[in-house]
């Protein structure tokens, strides 16, 4: 499917009314998670228009059609279709931000890989960032009422998560994190050198340096170092 993303954002306001009424958009690929979702915010926010998509295309139609978007609630392993270039819930929250730019978006991902939290932050730095295994009604609840204020809620295993990469200054870096996620799934160097563009040289330099700050001498000791911490 083609879409766009070109909108007028004037257009965009025009079209929005002044109410206290609350549009929630719910993107998540398994079926019986967004009903939950929804059905908990529904008796908290009872004024609040609903929508669901379990797909990234039905997601992106929201995009293209809805007037406003309040909150987005979206899932980082949004299924395992790609659409152009959107793969994932990062690149969904991008479109939906680019187009209503005063979204407020709370990204919820099973993943616990302290790798990945640090990269949904980086590349999003949502209002909310939440572990699925922390979420709980209220604490759902909770975060939508803190993200309403202004405020930043990221539940409590996020928040270890990046307070863990904080102290290696080296995985903040874009390629590092990539690097570490592709050799712990067994790509191999000229593998990896292909998909991020890279030279050869230039990831054994990377390598060489990670090794160097986990202490470790080979790939299969900084692989387990990294998972020891956590970070895989």
Do not use: W
């Not at 932050?121 to 960032?129: A, R, T």
């Amino acid at each position: 499917m083609v879409f766009s993303t070109n909108f007028s954002y004037f257009g965009k306001i025009n079209m929005l009314k002044i109410s206290m009424k609350p549009i929630f958009l719910i993107v998540d690929d398994h079926p019986i998670i967004v009903e939950v979702y929804c059905s908990v915010l529904e008796q908290r926010f009872s004024s609040g228009e609903f929508y669901k998509a379990t797909t990234i295309n039905a997601a992106i139609e929201y995009a293209n059609t809805l007037p406003y978007v309040d909150f987005l609630i979206v899932d980082y392993q949004i299924g395992r279709e790609q659409i152009g270039l959107v793969k994932d819930g990062v690149d969904l929250a991008r479109i939906f931000r680019k187009t209503f730019p005063f979204i407020k978006i709370l990204v919820i991902t099973a993943s616990e890989v302290s790798l990945v939290i640090y990269k949904i932050h980086k590349n999003v730095f949502p209002d909310g960032l939440m572990i699925k295994s922390d979420v709980r009604s209220e604490l759902l609840i909770q975060a939508i009422l803190e993200i309403k204020k202004g405020k930043q809620y990221y539940s409590t295993k996020a928040k270890q998560s990046l307070k863990s990469i904080a102290q290696y200054n080296l995985l903040q870096q874009d390629h590092n994190i990539e690097i570490l996620l592709l050799l712990a799934k067994g790509y191999q160097i000229n593998e990896i050198s292909k998909l991020m563009l890279v030279s050869e040289g230039m990831l054994h330099k990377r390598i060489a340096r990670l090794k160097e700050v986990f202490n470790v001498d080979d790939r299969g000791g900084l692989l387990r170092a990294a998972q020891v911490k956590g970070f895989l």
